[in-house]
Structure formats: C-alpha cells, structure tokens
C-alpha cells in the first residue's frame, strides 16, 4: 500500500454536506492545528484509474451524470483520487492549510491490510464498501450517481466556510493559515 500526502485539491471528497460529527471535526482540526498531524490516521483513496465511474447505459438520468462527471475532470485536472472515507479528517487537514496523508488503495490485499490496521487501532474505521478495488469503485459510482454532485475537498472545505457550516475558530483558522494548496475562488 502507497502513502502519499495530497493537496485537498487533488481528493474528490464525498458528498456527506454538512459533515456527519462537528465533535470529530473539532478533534482533528485541533490534531492539525497543533502540529500532530504524524497522530492522525491516512485517508483511504483510491486512484481515478482505479476503475471507471462512468456508467454504461442509455437514458436520461445517466447520460446526465456522465457529463457531469466528464465535465468535473475536464476542469479539475488536478484531481486525481477519489476519497474511500474519511471526510472530517481531510477537512480538517484543509482548514488548516495542511496537505492530507493518504493510503492509496491499488488492490484487495491494501484493503485487507487496512481492515488489519482497524482492528489493531492504528486506523479508527474504514468504511470502504468492499473488499477489492471493482467493488469499491462500483460503491463510489452509486454514491456519485445518487449525489450527482462532484467536489474536491478544498472546494467543499471553502463551501463549509462560506456557509459558516463549521466553527467560528476554524473559519479564522482558515483565513489565517497558509495554505499548501491554491484555495477556491
């Protein structure tokens, strides 16, 4: 399994808006903030030429969201990950400024791995939607196809502040920090 630090703008997050746990937010924001970073488990991600998301078909709804996703890539080239899980600990990484370690999921064996680090805590969950990368991905595609909505976690990171859909203190933290990554307009 690859470990590798990313740029929000490089990890197409999912669309769990607002996130799920402030409390957790609060807590890896503080880890990132701090400078523990080295004490945060890596993101699960599997890489874009991992498996299409691209729906074969005909009708309406998919030819919709092949374009959009189509569309997504063609004007974020930088983004080439799709997030497995972790959605607060790369927001948090975002507000402050700070790239995101990532374990990159390239087969069944990195998945299984992972599983293995879960249950000797030094991963807190994984919640991959399958045991090998096909399966992962047809879970992605589901998710997306469902959300029709696609984002890197900068771009959701900037929208959480712009909504004010995080604490007051992360929204200046935000501000404040400078970023190793080009922030959204």
């Known amino acids: ?5 990313l740029s929000p703008d490089q990890i197409i997050t999912l669309n769990d808006y607002p996130l799920h746990s402030e409390q957790v937010l609060k807590l890896y924001h503080r880890m990132f903030w701090q400078g523990a970073d ?6 699960p991600v599997v890489h874009k030429s991992s498996g299409s998301l691209f729906i074969r078909g005909r009708g309406k709804k998919i030819e919709e969201y ?3 996703l ?7 080239p930088k983004a080439e990950y799709f997030i ?6 790369t927001t948090a990484a975002a507000l402050c400024g700070k790239r995101i ?7 069944a064996t990195d998945i299984q791995e992972a599983r293995r680090l879960v249950k000797k805590g030094k991963i807190f969950s994984l919640t991959a939607g399958g045991n090998s990368i096909p399966e992962v991905v047809r879970t992605l595609r589901q998710h997306f196809f469902k959300t029709r909505r696609f984002e890197t ?3 959701k990171t900037t929208r ?3 909504e004010k859909k995080v604490p007051r203190y992360m929204i200046g933290v935000y501000k404040k920090s400078s970023p190793v990554f080009d922030k959204p307009a």
């Open 101 to 107: 370690t990532v374990m990159v999921f390239q087969s």
């Open 84 to 89: 497995v899980d972790g959605s607060h600990k």
């Open 153 to 155: 976690v900068a771009e």
């Open 1 to 5: 399994m690859i470990r590798k630090k």
């Open 38 to 43: 080295g004490l945060v488990p890596p993101c």
């Open 70 to 76: 189509a569309k997504f890539f063609q004007s974020h």
């Open 66 to 68: 092949n374009k959009l």
């Open 160 to 162: 959480l502040v712009k």
